[in-house]
C-alpha cells in the first residue's frame, strides 16, 4: 500500500523522523504497529524521545540493514545473519560517548530491538572490560557505597555467594547520580542485558563497585536459568548444571575455560538469546 512507499515517519520531539520499512521492522514494537496499520506512512509513530537521537537510532538501523545484499529480504537476511559467524560491525559504536550509547539503548528497549540492543550493550561490555572497581565508578558515575574493608571482601568471596534480599544502603551514602550506569540502563532487563556480555573478570570487578552492583552480580553468577549462565553455556561445551558446579568448586578451571571459549564482543549476538542446549 502506500504507505510501503514512503517508509514510517517517527513523531519525537514535535518533528517526524523518517525511517525505511526494513529498519523499523528491526524493531518489533513498530514491526507490531506496521501490521495492525491500514496505511502507516499517514500516521505517525509517535516516540517519546528527543529527535536528534531518534535520528541518530535509525541511523544505526539502516546501517544494519544496509549490510544485506541486494535481492533479499533485508529483515530476514539481518535476522539470519545474526545467527551466523558473520557479526554485525559493533565498532560503529567505539568513538561514542557512552551516555549517548545508553540513551541509544533506552531507544532500542522501548522500541524491542533486539538487534541493536545486543550490538549496545556488548560495546558497553567491552568498555568495562579491564576496569578496576573504582575505575568503573569514576567512567560510570556510581556513587561509591561500600567501604574499603566491604569491598575487598566483595572482590574475594565466593562466586557461589547468593544475592541479599534486600540491599540495605549505608548510612550517609549520597544518592545515585542522574546519570549513573543503572540510571541511564533504565531498568533491570536491560542491565541483566549488560551483564550476560560480560566475562567473568568484569562480573567479579562489578562486585566491588557497589552494593547493588554486588548483588547483580551475585544474581549473574547463582541464577542458573539467568541470562548470564545460559549465555555462557551456550558458547562453551558445559552445559548449564556443569557451569554452575565450576563456579561453586573449581573458579580457576572455570576462568581457564572461558578464556578457551572466548565469544569475541558482538560474535554472534542472536544465539544469546536461545536457551542453552542439555
Excluded at 514494537?29 to 499517514?42: I, T
Aim: hydrophobic content about 40%.
Amino acid at each position: 500500500g502506500a504507505g510501503h512507499d514512503s517508509g514510517v515517519h517517527l513523531r519525537a520531539g514535535g518533528e517526524d523522523v523518517p525511517c525505511s520499512v526494513a529498519a523499523a521492522k528491526l524493531c518489533a514494537h513498530l514491526a507490531d504497529w506496521m501490521g495492525d496499520m491500514e496505511d502507516f506512512a499517514a500516521a505517525p509513530y509517535t516516540i517519546p524521545f528527543e529527535a536528534d537521537l531518534v535520528r541518530e537510532f535509525v541511523t544505526k538501523l539502516e546501517a544494519i540493514t544496509s549490510e544485506a545484499p541486494a535481492g533479499t529480504s533485508a529483515v530476514d537476511d539481518v535476522a539470519s545473519k545474526q545467527q551466523r559467524v558473520n557479526p554485525p560491525d559493533v565498532s560503529a559504536f567505539d568513538g561514542m560517548d557512552h551516555h549517548k550509547l545508553l540513551d541509544l539503548a533506552r531507544v532500542s528497549k522501548w522500541l524491542d530491538c533486539e538487534v541493536l540492543s545486543v550490538m549496545l550493550s556488548s560495546q558497553l561490555a567491552s568498555r568495562l572490560r579491564g576496569l578496576s572497581p573504582q575505575q568503573i565508578r569514576e567512567k560510570f558515575a556510581i556513587a561509591a557505597d561500600m567501604t574499603p574493608e566491604e569491598q575487598e571482601s566483595s572482590l574475594r568471596e565466593s562466586p557461589a555467594t547468593p544475592p541479599d534480599a534486600v540491599v540495605a544502603p549505608s548510612p550517609g551514602v549520597p544518592p545515585a547520580p542522574t546519570r549513573s550506569l543503572s540510571v541511564g540502563l533504565g531498568d533491570d532487563d536491560a542491565i541483566m542485558e549488560l551483564l550476560r556480555q560480560c566475562d567473568l573478570k568484569t562480573i567479579a570487578a562489578l562486585k566491588g563497585v557497589s552494593k547493588a552492583w554486588r548483588n547483580r552480580a551475585r544474581l549473574a553468577l547463582t541464577d542458573k536459568y539467568g541470562p548470564w549462565i545460559r549465555s555462557l553455556a551456550h558458547r562453551s561445551p558445559f552445559g548449564a548444571s556443569r557451569i554452575r558446579f565450576l563456579l561453586m568448586n573449581d573458579v580457576q578451571g572455570m576462568a581457564t575455560a572461558m578464556e578457551e571459549h572466548r565469544m569475541p564482543i558482538g560474535d554472534q549476538p542472536r544465539q544469546l538469546d536461545q536457551p542453552a542446549q542439555p
